[in-house]
């Protein structure tokens, strides 16, 4: 199955984002397998799942990581971004999957 990362800093705000982004892929009748990690478990995640791995969302408390991990994910040739700090801030899954989603084309 296809992956979503959300890497951030082990917060609580990141698991209910993932909750509200896997009730909007089931409603889109998306199938994803979309969970959250800590950053720094991401290179560990990607050498085990990399195949797998479709994007890697960044939590916006992490943001100053960008660069660091997009080497990582470069490597993999799988997109990064640092999620939409508004849509993250009310836990808008919808909008964050869009985001996830736009980020695959």
Not at 23 to 30: I, M
């Amino acid at each position: 199955m296809k992956r979503i990362v959300l890497a951030c800093s082990a917060g609580m705000s990141t698991s209910l984002v993932v909750t509200k982004m896997e009730k909007e892929a089931a409603a889109r009748g998306l199938e994803y397998k979309i969970y959250a990690i800590p950053e720094q478990e991401l290179r560990d995640e990607l050498e085990q799942y990399a195949q797998d791995v479709v994007v890697v969302l960044l939590g916006p408390q992490v943001r100053f990581k960008l660069t660091e991990n997009k080497k990582l994910t470069d490597h993999y040739n799988i997109p990064i971004a640092i999620i939409d700090s508004v849509a993250y801030g009310t836990l808008n899954g919808a909008k964050v999957l869009d985001q996830a989603l736009s980020l695959l084309h």
